[in-house]
């Protein structure tokens, strides 16, 4: 059995996740490989308890660390109960923002320590890293006013332009350190464009 792989879908607000997803569900299982689709936060139901708490809008201000410690007890849930467990059986995840997403929303976003982020996902993952991670980018205004035509926020889309440009630089910086595992297509293009650059980065990650 040809081992799977591990993918990741990564980007800032309205950048087409959802939508791309779809797609790269869809080309996987065209080429007769055995998916498993999930997302973080989430994935099992008690990570997806987590994430109605993480996304709830709420008066009370959520302290940073308290976020943090959230989004990775659901993905020690998340990872231990559904990925590795999937990997082990040969298939390829495919999740919708990973540890990445942890880097650029609690790292860059609220400006928690790195290291500390890095010491977590130790803890939680080990060893264990996305094999390919593809960054949707796209200029942040043009993401969140297509996620506001969408109607009602989540907790995070109503932060400030800054924070989602601390989001997306720390995104690219990321992808810059790690070019082996990124892949990073331009949003900002029609939907046909983007899927036509996804399509490529698929081919070249079956060829490997
Ligand atoms: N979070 C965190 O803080 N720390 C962590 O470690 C993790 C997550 C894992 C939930 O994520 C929140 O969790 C997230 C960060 C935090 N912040 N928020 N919000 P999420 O991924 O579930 O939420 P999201 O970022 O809002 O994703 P989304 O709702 O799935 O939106 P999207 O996938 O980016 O976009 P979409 O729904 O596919 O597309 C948006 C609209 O644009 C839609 O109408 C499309 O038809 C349209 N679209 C898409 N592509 C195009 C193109 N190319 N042209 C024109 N229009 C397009």
Request: charged share 30%; aromatic share 6%.
């Amino acid at each position: 059995m040809k081992p799977g792989l591990f993918i990741t879908v990564e980007g800032t607000e309205g950048v087409g996740k959802t939508t791309n997803m779809d797609f790269v569900e869809q080309w996987l299982r065209s080429k007769g490989l055995d998916v498993l689709r999930t997302r973080e936060p989430g994935g099992t139901p008690l990570a997806e308890t987590l994430r109605e708490l993480l996304l709830a809008p709420r008066e009370e201000v959520v302290d940073p660390t308290a976020e943090l410690l959230l989004v990775f007890a659901a993905r020690a849930q998340h990872f231990n109960q559904l990925i590795c467990p999937a990997l082990a059986q040969g298939k390829w995840v495919l999740c919708d923002r990973f540890t990445d997403a942890t880097y650029a929303y609690q790292g860059a976003g609220r400006g928690l320590d790195s290291a500390l982020i890095a010491q977590l996902e130790k803890v939680v993952q080990g060893p264990l890293r996305p094999d390919c991670t593809l960054l949707l980018d796209i200029d942040v205004n043009i993401g969140l006013e297509r996620a506001r035509s969408r109607g009602d926020l989540d907790r995070f889309e109503t932060e400030t332009i800054a924070f989602f440009e601390r989001v997306r630089d720390c995104y690219l910086a990321r992808a810059k350190a790690e070019s082996s595992r990124f892949r990073v297509v331009d949003a900002g293009q029609s939907l046909g464009e983007v899927q036509r650059d996804i399509d490529r980065v698929l081919e070249e990650l079956l060829q490997r």
